[in-house]
């Protein structure tokens, strides 16, 4: 049962398409880890730019599948980024996406099977 994550979005973009939601998921879980560690480097390095990148990319998937709080945080990012703030602004907004997305990943691969 989703606790962490919301489908409701994913299922009326694929006209209920089983095929096409199980192939967003693999998306999600394989890429969103990936792009995350790609902002954290960016925000390690201040390289402002570079995390921008990345945290704009993530967000309409973060929005897609329904983890409102980190779609409210990664704007955050995107925010700072633009701002150019210093890297203790952001750690623990950038550590609670973090989370929410381990979680849901946890809970798509547990009830998806992947």
Known sequence: MA????????????????EFVNEILKLFVTEVP??????KEGIKKKDHKYAYSYAHKIKPTLDLMGLNMAFEEILQVEAWTKAEGKKKEIIETFKSIREQVKDAVKE?????DL
């Open 108 to 112: 798509i691969k547990k009830d998806f």
């Open 34 to 39: 990936e792009d995350l560690k790609q902002i």
């Open 3 to 18: 606790l962490k994550y919301n489908l409701s979005k994913v299922y009326a973009l694929s006209d209920n398409d089983p």
